[in-house]
């Protein structure tokens, strides 16, 4: 189940700095954002979705940036469209490893609607790009008074806990270089195309290896021709390749995503946000 969220759409969110009569210390942002981007928003009835139209705020992440942070309770639940979040576990100590990955395909701080209100993970973003988002509180509500709500999030968090479970299992009992690849193609669902911004030492956080492995198991992929790696910039340039040399884990979570919620092939197969009705055009600026 490749989740191929705004790859080929005719829209784009654009960036640009000042106007030429605007004052040079102030910069206008311009999202040209769709809430059916993200493919858990898409896949709710007509009716939640035009509610949610008019709740959901778009939001600009960067690199880095931490959404939600261990031990705390979350303002805000995040639908990403074209970035990636970690889901890392962190330990007493600090260190972390990532437990899960979340693009379009889902939503990040379950906690705030199955009651948990805070965990011991952190939420941060390892892609930049665009998202939108709720409050807390308001999720909680619509999952509490609308069972569609309520029966996707379900779904969703029975995927996501999937994912979660395999992570495990694979960190124990497969390779570096097979939780590479693993890594890549879970990245590539959520981006599509072929390129990635990723340097060894964020591999090596996210998997919770040594940053000297992470180099060796690149070097091993390179030479073998599947992917070209440059200044933190991946390439991958056989795909197949990769998928032959990863472990089942990978087929796993794609297999689960795909029983659990088919709708959000059949949203990703059929959106056309510009022909639309329930996705009217949303342009908003912000300086």
């Not at 031990?71 to 576990?89: A, D, E, K, N």
């Not at 992929?221 to 200044?231: D, E, P």
Request: with cysteine; proline share 4%; net charge neutral.
């Amino acid at each position: 189940m490749t989740f191929s969220c705004g790859v080929g759409l005719p829209f784009s969110w654009s960036v640009f700095d000042l106007c030429r009569q605007a004052s040079p210390e102030r910069k206008i942002v311009i999202f040209d954002a769709y809430p059916a981007e993200n493919l858990l928003v898409s896949s709710l009835p007509d009716s939640d979705q035009r509610r949610w139209h008019h709740l959901l705020e778009p939001v600009d992440l960067q690199l880095g940036q931490v959404l939600s942070e261990s031990g705390r309770t979350p303002s805000h639940v995040y639908f990403p469209t074209t970035t990636i979040v970690s889901i890392l576990h962190v330990l007493q100590d600090g260190s972390s490893t990532e437990v899960a990955m979340v693009g379009c395909e889902g939503v990040v701080g379950i906690s705030s609607f199955l009651g948990g209100v805070t965990t011991p993970s952190r939420s941060v973003v390892r892609s930049a790009g665009q998202g939108f988002r709720l409050p807390a509180g308001l999720i909680q509500e619509e999952f509490e008074r609308h069972a569609t709500v309520k029966q996707l999030m379900l779904k969703y968090t029975q995927a996501l806990m999937c994912q979660m479970l395999q992570n495990a299992v694979c960190n124990r009992h497969h390779s570096v270089d097979q939780h590479i690849c693993r890594c890549l193609l879970e990245s590539l669902d959520r981006l599509g195309g072929n390129e990635l911004v990723m340097t060894h030492e964020l591999i090596a956080q996210m998997l919770g290896v040594r940053r000297s492995g992470v180099t060796e198991a690149a070097l091993k992929l390179q030479a073998a021709g599947l992917i070209r790696y440059h200044s933190g910039h991946i390439t991958v340039l056989d795909r197949r390749g990769l998928e032959h040399r990863s472990c089942e884990c990978h087929a796993v979570v794609k297999g689960e995503y795909a029983r659990l919620l088919p709708d959000l092939r059949a949203a990703s197969d059929s959106f056309s946000p510009r022909d639309s009705a329930l996705v009217p055009d949303l342009r908003l600026v912000r300086s």
